[in-house]
C-alpha cells in the first residue's frame, strides 16, 4: 500500500530480486498515479521546476519492473483474514502486506492553522502557493489607494527544509519571475517572513551551513525570526507567543508531520504517540508476522540510538527501508526467519537549495555551501528521477532558465484551498 519513496523502492526490489520465480507477485496500490518527488515541490513554487516532472508515473514504472498497480486508498486491513479493503469496498487477498501510506501536515491543534493557512504537502500545493502570489498581485494592482500590508505580506512557519526551501522560492518567485511583470508593485514591498520555534532554522545541519543559509536568507530581505511560535493564525494574521502580531493574508505552513491519518481508522495496528505504525527492527508491524510498515506512516527504530529516538522521516530513510523489507520479506516468505535482516539506517546527508545559484549541502560529513553546492543539488536530483522523459525536461527547463525568465501565470481558481 503506497506508491511513494518506501512503497515504490519495496515493490521495485522485490520484483528486481524474483525475476527467475513464479511463485512470487507485487502488487502496487495508491491514491495517486504518480510518483510524488519530493525533493523537488519547492522549486514549482518559483517555476523553477515543472510540475510535470515531479509527479513521476508510477503505473508505468511498476509495470515495466514486473509489478501490478491500482489507483484506490486503503480503507480497511483485516488481518485475520489477509485482505485489504479499498474505498471502492474492492477487496484483494494479501500473503505479505507492505504498508507505506507516507505523511501529512501535523497542525499540533493551534487555533486557526487548517483554516487560514496553505500546506506544503504536495504538488497541488506548490501549485496553490504559485497561484496566491499571483492572485494577491492581480489583486494588488487593481487597487488604487493604499494597498493593506497583509496582502503583500507571506509568512512561511516551519524553518526546517521545507519551509526554507519555500521561503526562498517565494523570493525568487516574486523578485525574478514576476517583478519584471507588474512594473507598479516595487517587489520590496513584498515582505516574506520566516518563522521558526526554536533558536535556529535547519536545526538539524551543522552549524556553519545553519548560518550560511540564513544569511543568504536575511541578504535577500527575508525576515528570519526564529524562537518564534505561531499561537494562533486568523484570516489576516499570525499571532505569536509573546503578544506580537504580523499581519498577512498568505500563511503557509510547514512546521509539522505527521504518519497519514488513514492509519487512524485501521484498527489492531499498534501505533506510538505520533500515530506511527510501531513495527521492530526487521520492519515488521509489532504482533503481526507478515504485515511490514515503512517510510514516514511508521514508527521505525534506530538501532543505533540508545535514547529512542527513531529514523527520521525523509525520503532516503524511506527509500532505504524500502531495500530492507523487500529482503527481509523474501526470506519471510521461503521460511528463512534467520535470514531477517535488522534495519540500520545510513544518513547520507542533507541538501537544502535556496535559489538556483545556491544550496548548503552535508554529504557523508562533506560540508559546503554556494553555486557548486547548488549545481550538485541539482545534478543529484536530476540522476534520481525514474521517468528519462522527466530528466531532459528538466533539464531542457534548466539550462533555458540561464538564458530566460521562467513564464509564470495563474489558472484561475486555484489559490483557494
Ligand atoms: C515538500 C517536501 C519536501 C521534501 N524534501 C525532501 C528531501 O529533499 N529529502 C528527503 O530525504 N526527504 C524529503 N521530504 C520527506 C520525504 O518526502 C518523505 O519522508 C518520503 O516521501 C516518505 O516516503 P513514504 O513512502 O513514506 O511516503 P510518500 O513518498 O509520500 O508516499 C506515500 C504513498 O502513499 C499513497 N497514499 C497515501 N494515502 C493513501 C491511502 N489512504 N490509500 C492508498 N494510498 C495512499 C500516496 O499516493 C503515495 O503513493 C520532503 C517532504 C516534503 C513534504
Redesign the pocket.
Known amino acids: ?9 519495496a515493490a521495485k526490489e522485490i520484483c528486481d530480486r524474483i525475476t527467475d520465480r513464479e511463485d512470487v507477485g507485487v502488487l502496487v ?4 498515479n504518480f ?2 518527488f ?2 523537488m ?2 522549486g514549482i513554487v518559483s517555476s523553477d521546476i515543472d510540475s510535470r516532472n515531479v509527479a513521476q508515473p ?1 503505473r508505468r514504472a511498476l509495470i515495466t519492473a514486473g509489478a501490478s498497480f491500482r489507483r ?4 480497511k486491513i483485516d488481518p485475520e483474514n489477509q485482505r485489504i479493503t ?2 471502492s469496498g474492492v477487496e484483494f487477498p494479501y500473503d505479505q502486506l507492505v504498508i ?4 501529512l501536515p501535523n497542525f499540533f491543534g493551534i487555533p486557526g492553522v487548517e483554516e487560514h493557512s496553505l500546506t ?3 504538488i497541488e ?2 501549485e496553490r502557493i504559485r497561484n496566491r502570489v499571483i492572485e494577491r498581485f492581480e489583486e494588488v494592482s487593481l487597487i488604487r489607494g493604499e494597498i493593506p500590508e497583509s496582502k503583500l505580506t507571506f509568512v512561511v512557519i516551519g524553518g526546517g ?2 519551509g526554507v ?2 521561503a526562498a522560492e517565494l523570493y525568487n518567485l516574486v523578485h525574478e519571475a514576476l517583478g519584471p511583470d507588474y512594473p507598479n508593485i516595487d517587489p520590496y514591498r513584498v515582505r516574506i517572513f520566516l518563522l521558526e520555534g526554536m533558536d535556529h532554522i535547519l536545526a538539524a545541519l551543522d552549524p556553519a551551513l545553519r548560518r550560511a543559509a540564513q544569511t543568504r536568507l536575511v541578504n535577500q530581505r527575508i525576515e528570519v525570526k526564529t524562537g518564534a511560535m505561531a499561537e494562533e493564525i486568523t484570516a489576516d494574521c499570525v499571532k505569536l507567543k509573546g503578544g506580537d502580531t504580523i499581519a498577512t493574508e498568505n500563511v503557509i505552513w ?1 512546521a509539522g ?1 505527521r504518519p ?1 491519518v ?1 492509519i487512524d481508522d485501521l484498527d489492531d495496528l499498534p501505533v506510538d504517540e505520533r500515530n506511527g505504525i510501531k513495527v521492530d527492527e526487521y520492519l515488521r508491524v509489532e504482533g503481526h508476522s507478515n504485515i511490514w510498515a ?5 514508527a521505525v527504530p534506530d538501532i543505533n540510538e540508545e535514547n529512542g529516538q527513531g529514523i ?8 532505504q527501508e ?1 531495500k530492507a523489507v523487500a529482503k527481509n520479506i523474501l526470506a519471510a516468505i521461503d521460511g528463512k526467519e534467520d535470514e531477517l535482516e535488522k534495519f540500520e539506517y545510513k544518513p547520507l546527508g ?3 537549495e535556496l535559489g538556483s545559484d545556491f544550496a548548503v549541502n552535508e554529504v557523508m560529513g562533506v560540508r559546503f555551501t554556494g553555486t557548486l553546492a547548488a549545481i550538485f543539488w541539482r545534478l543529484a ?1 536530476l540522476a534520481r528521477l525514474n521517468s528519462p522523459q522527466s530528466k531532459a525536461h528538466q533539464m531542457t527547463d534548466w539550462i533555458l532558465g540561464f538564458f530566460m525568465r521562467p513564464a509564470v501565470t495563474q489558472v484561475r481558481g486555484t489559490s483557494e484551498k
Not at 500500500?1 to 523502492?9: P, R
Not at 507505506?100 to 505523511?103: Q, V, W
Not at 527520521?312 to 527509500?319: G, K
Open positions: 500500500m503506497g506508491g511513494g519513496f518506501g512503497g515504490f523502492t496500490i495508491a491514491k495517486d510518483f510524488t519530493w525533493p515541490v519547492a508510477l484506490s486508498m486503503l480503507s479499498l474505498d507505506a501510506l507516507g505523511g506544503m504537502r504536495g500545493d506548490a527544509p521545507t526551501e519555500t510547514t508531520n497519514n488513514a515503512i517510510g514516514d506512516c511508521a527520521p522521516p525523509t525520503a532516503q530513510a524511506a527509500t524500502g542533507t541538501l537544502v536530483y
